[in-house]
């Protein structure tokens, strides 16, 4: 099939990239100038484990193209996919000017029929605003179709190519037999692609994402709980998560959800139910417990110095909001850094990945450290704050050699007690008792 991606993001360089990684022909289509540029010397903007491969192997295929010609990627597709951006606008609400933009553009250039796709994360009622963009500036006859994506930065390769499910919201005939045919190399294990009306796609998503995020919360606020009364979070942790109905997944406590899309979406469905005259209680609260899980390293950190953090030298372990991912967007790591600035401590980070991301957002107002143990050199005290694999198993001697005071506040709960205590190390973690 002839296929067009309009946005060259996380989401649209995955599924164009992985679209055609099954001899489909894609061209992707961003306005990033310098972007499209950097893929087309077949350089890769963003990083994502497993992309660099299918990414050279498709282009080189002559399979996979980028470009800033909206009008020449779409000549010859049959279907279109928006992946652009749906930020947060100034009330809270998605805010649909890039996808509604783009479909404008589309409909003055189309001369036969299309589908579109939108693979963007949007509210209800979208497709029909879409839909009417069509109405109103072609007579060509297109099928709107909502397709939310589910994959997760990180693994998003692994997830677009075997997907749990994938969701495809359409009452027309013709668009859900192409849509079938596209995805069928992808769910041959026998995984659903699982059809319904464009409304019901469209909550799918945002009901998928505030219930991750709820179960984040609640987890969080069992693991504040566990502070108070003694218990220790990991194990309450294996103890529900075995029973099947709660699962084990998606249970670690930590600091806070953050990232592209769970802080907005979350948002998003509580503005959108707001707006419907609902008042959607829960996630409300789990909006609130984010906002203060994010600052809970920060709240123990003055505890611990009693409430003062002026001149005090912090290494940082880990800035992308979750591991595998350079990144940085809604990430817990810069709110904290926000914090320990203003109460004027200095700050050493270390990241695998997101370094650079980091680096263009906050300059220098911060120190930066080529390896894990150089960030360690002279500081206070350690901040985990990813869960980067590297970070699992270091070398604690080193760590101890390096830092002033043996003290880790550690917001992953990456290492194990007894550990800690055999080491000699202060240890402040999530949920669990302190070691001294
Ligand atoms: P992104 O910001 O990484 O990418 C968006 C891209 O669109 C950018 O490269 C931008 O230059 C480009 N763009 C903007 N306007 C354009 C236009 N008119 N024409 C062509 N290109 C244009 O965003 P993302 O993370 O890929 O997210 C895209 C959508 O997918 C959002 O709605 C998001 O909520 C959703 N989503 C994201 C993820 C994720 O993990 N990132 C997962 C599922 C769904």
């Keep these: 099939m002839e296929i067009a991606i309009i946005g060259t993001g996380y989401v649209g360089l995955v599924t164009g990239t992985c679209l055609s990684e099954t001899g ?10 310098q972007k499209v540029k950097m893929m087309q010397q077949g350089k890769l903007p963003i990083y994502e484990p497993g992309l660099e491969q299918l990414f050279h192997r498709n282009i080189n295929n002559e399979r996979l193209l980028f470009t800033t010609d909206l009008a020449g990627a779409i000549q010859n597709a049959s279907i279109i996919f928006l992946a652009l951006p749906t930020p947060p606008g100034g009330d809270g609400s998605a805010d649909l000017s890039y996808v509604l933009g783009a479909a404008k553009d589309i409909a003055c250039l189309i001369s036969s029929y299309k589908v579109i796709v939108t693979k963007s994360t949007v509210p209800v ?13 072609t007579d060509v006859e297109v099928a709107v179709v909502s397709n939310p994506e589910f994959l997760r930065e990180g693994v998003a390769v692994e997830d677009f190519m075997k997907p749990d499910r994938v969701v495809v919201g359409t009452t027309d005939q013709r668009a859900r037999k192409l849509m079938a045919d596209l995805y069928s190399p992808y769910v041959r294990q026998g995984n659903p692609i699982i059809f319904m009306d464009e409304r019901s796609a469209e909550l799918t998503k945002y009901a998928a994402n505030s219930f991750l995020a709820t179960k984040i919360s609640f987890m969080n606020e069992i693991a504040n709980l566990c502070e108070l009364v003694g218990a220790d979070v990991d194990m309450v942790r294996l103890g529900v998560g075995s029973d099947e109905r709660i699962g084990k997944r998606f249970l670690f406590p930590g600091i806070g959800y953050g990232g592209s899309c769970f802080p907005k979406d979350v948002q998003a469905l509580a503005k959108a139910a707001d707006e419907n005259n609902y008042d959607f209680r829960i996630l409300n609260s789990v909006m609130s417990v984010n906002e203060i899980q994010k600052k809970i390293l920060v709240e123990k950190l003055k505890k611990y110095y009693n409430g003062n953090l002026e001149g005090k030298r912090f290494a940082l372990w880990g800035l992308a909001f979750k591991p595998e991912t350079d990144d940085i967007r809604e990430a817990p790591a810069l709110y904290i850094i926000d914090e320990l600035l203003k109460a004027g401590a200095v700050v050493v980070a270390y ?38 694999s590297a970070f699992r198993n270091p070398d604690f001697d080193t760590i101890k050699l390096n830092m002033k005071d043996k003290v880790i506040f550690d917001g992953r709960n990456l290492y194990d007690l007894q550990k800690m205590e055999e080491h000699g190390f202060y240890y402040n973690s999530i949920g669990r008792q302190v070691v001294n």
Excluded: M, R
């Design 351 to 388: 990241d695998p990945e997101a370094i650079n991301n980091v680096k263009s957002q906050l300059a220098d107002s911060i120190l930066y450290a080529n390896d894990l143990y150089e960030a360690l050199v002279g500081t206070d005290a350690l901040l985990i704050l990813t869960e980067w």
């Design 24 to 33: 489909n022909h894609v061209t992707c289509v961003d306005i990033n100038e």
């Design 125 to 137: 009622g979208t497709a029909d605003k879409v839909k009417a963009v069509f109405e109103k500036y």
